[in-house]
């Protein structure tokens, strides 16, 4: 198999090797491709400032990198969109990150999808769901036109329930194998494809929430398993890249290195390249969830480490 593995650039971890290596971040990323890495993830919150804070030849450099063969993605800002609902200023920003991403010559931009809110009625009202289910399929039919007119692939990051969830009143609409099914069946009758990045680990930490006792491990990696496999099943085609991560399986959302947690990823993985999946294995890292793991270790160390712990992992499904 050709090597796909890409990685997430988190804003914490620029900024950490501008402070600590002193390094730009051409440098930063040029450090990455030698580990081996084949693609990169931007986050939005460096791009917005990409102006102002990188020279013209550093903005050359990302956007030629396209031609070196390396992937260029973009992920869109969490925090200023909701996309299940209906107010205008929410697709103005969404519409501002594919630009950037555009700017930048990114090959696909990632989008959250959104939640509703309960705050009047009580939280299993049906009709309110339904209304944020239209405006998701309103809004990404909408931005799904804008980005394809742009020539970049616009997807929708799968997410994962929280303890919290009912507690502030919110249902998020972007858990649910269904809630992709909803929107696959309604774009496809616009004529719009549903294009999926899939996350293992919110995959992992959705399946295993089912089990009330966290302290049963066997239950939790079985029904980690049963969310993911189903989840490849019923939308295996409409899974176009990926974030990977290992977990705990519970809602600290660790985002961990493949092996540290517990989580069936590599049988996740095998399922995915089965199933036909042609698209990267890009790494997302919280590594300030687990950082003592690597005591003494510089973020370039971790990161290399990752790498090579997937490497073989997907050497050994290949
Ligand atoms: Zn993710």
Redesign the pocket.
Same mark, same amino acid.
């Given at each position: 198999m050709k090597n796909r593995i890409q990685t997430f650039l988190r804003e914490r971890d620029i900024r950490e090797m501008m402070a600590k290596n002193g390094y730009g971040l051409q440098q930063i990323i040029e450090e990455m491709l030698k580990i081996g890495y084949k693609g990169l993830q931007l986050p939005e919150r460096i791009a917005e400032k990409i102006d102002k804070y990188y020279t013209p030849e550093e903005i050359d450099y990302i956007r030629n990198l396209s031609k070196k063969g390396i992937q260029i993605s973009f992920h869109h800002d969490q925090h200023n969109t909701n996309l299940a609902q209906k107010e205008k200023i929410y697709l103005v920003n969404a519409k501002r990150s594919i630009d950037r991403a555009v700017a930048l010559r990114s090959d696909y931009i990632v989008f959250h999808l959104g939640f509703v809110d309960f705050d009047e009625k009580p939280y299993n009202t049906p009709e309110v769901l339904e209304e944020g289910r239209k405006n998701l399929v309103r809004n990404l039919d909408y931005l799904i036109k804008y980005a394809t007119k742009r020539d970049i692939d616009l997807t929708v /990051?799968n997410n994962h329930k929280e303890e919290y969830e009912y507690v502030r009143n919110t249902k998020k609409i972007d858990c649910e194998t269904e809630d992709f099914e909803y929107l696959r069946d309604e774009l496809e009758k616009k004529g719009k494809v549903i294009k999926i990045n899939y996350?293992t680990g !919110?995959g992992f930490i959705q399946g295993a929430w089912v089990v009330k006792d966290k302290r049963d491990i066997k239950s939790m990696v079985e029904a980690a398993k049963k969310f993911a496999f189903s989840f490849v099943d019923r939308l295996g085609k409409n899974i176009y890249a990926t !974030?990977i991560s290992d977990n705990t399986l519970t809602s600290h959302d660790d985002h961990m290195i493949v092996g540290d947690g517990i989580a069936p990823i590599k049988l996740t993985l095998e399922k995915m390249i089965e199933s036909g999946y042609q698209g990267n294995f890009l790494y /997302?890292l919280h590594l300030e969830s687990w950082l003592d793991k690597y005591k003494g270790k510089s973020i370039l160390e971790i990161y290399k480490i990752a790498y090579e712990r997937l490497l073989k992992m997907l050497e050994k499904i290949a």
């Open positions: /990051e996350d !919110h !974030h /997302e």
